[in-house]
T-cell receptor, first 117, second 113 residues
Framework: GAGVSQSPSNKVTEKGKDVELRCDPISGHTALYWYRQSLGQGLEFLIYFQGNSAPDKSGLPSDRFSAERTGGSVSTLTIQRTQQEDSAVYLC???????????????FGAGSRLTVL | SQQGEEDPQALSIQEGENATMNCSYKTSINNLQWYRQNSGRGLVHLILIRSNEREKHSGRLRVTLDTSKKSSSLLITASRAADTASYFCATPDRGSTLGRLYFGRGTQLTVWP
């Protein structure tokens, strides 16, 4: 696609429910990132994919959080048994990573705003 | 933490004035980037400066990098109301081109008409 697409744009859920957030990166972008942004805060790194594998998942806050990427394209971030502190905007980004590129410039989606009641 | 920190946290100016935002980081880097975020939107890449560069321009944007002080500045000249946004600096993993970018908390810039 022309840009990074995220869905849903807004999600309101009850505490204890599971949620899935989807990210469709730019076609051909090999790297995909998930960040979390709480109100008035900076970006908190969650996980990064290169192709379908996740070399760095160190930012996932707990084992309730998981992510997968299939076909080197779409990624899903799943939060199980949601808690109120999970409320945030979840941002996905993709990039064309490679030595030839020489730097890692991210293109972000508009985010999925999650509210846990 | 390698996270960059922007300063000031908030900046309020009149249209036509210049806005300067600073970023400090902790470890050696091979490049530094600045991003902009409008309210309720994702981040948009503005400019990248490499470690062997000291200054870079793009339109009304001027970025400097001082690797000895581990700091960068973003100058927006002749600001406009449409420049109102949050601005973030981002640094890569130590000595790496790949992998995560570290973002600071950002500077919230408000430009009054």
């Amino acid at each position: 696609g022309a840009g990074v697409s995220q869905s849903p744009s807004n999600k309101v859920t009850e505490k204890g429910k599971d949620v899935e957030l989807r990210c469709d990166p730019i076609s051909g972008h090999t790297a995909l990132y998930w960040y979390r942004q709480s109100l008035g805060q900076g970006l908190e790194f969650l996980i990064y994919f290169q192709g379908n594998s996740a070399p760095d998942k160190s930012g996932l806050p707990s084992d309730r959080f998981s992510a997968e990427r299939t076909g080197g394209s779409v990624s899903t971030l799943t939060i199980q048994r949601t808690q109120q502190e999970d409320s945030a905007v979840y941002l996905c980004a993709s990039s064309l990573v490679g030595v030839r590129v020489g730097a890692n410039v991210l293109t972000f989606g508009a985010g999925s705003r999650l509210t846990v009641l | 933490s390698q996270q960059g920190e922007e300063d000031p946290q908030a900046l309020s100016i009149q249209e036509g004035e210049n806005a300067t935002m600073n970023c400090s980081y902790k470890t050696s880097i091979n490049n530094l980037q600045w991003y902009r975020q409008n309210s309720g939107r994702g981040l948009v890449h503005l400019i990248l400066i490499r470690s062997n560069e000291r200054e870079k321009h793009s339109g009304r944007l001027r970025v400097t990098l001082d690797t000895s002080k581990k700091s960068s500045s973003l100058l927006i000249t002749a600001s406009r109301a449409a420049d109102t946004a949050s601005y973030f600096c981002a640094t890569p993993d130590r000595g790496s081109t790949l992998g995560r970018l570290y973002f600071g908390r950002g500077t919230q810039l408000t430009v009054w008409p």
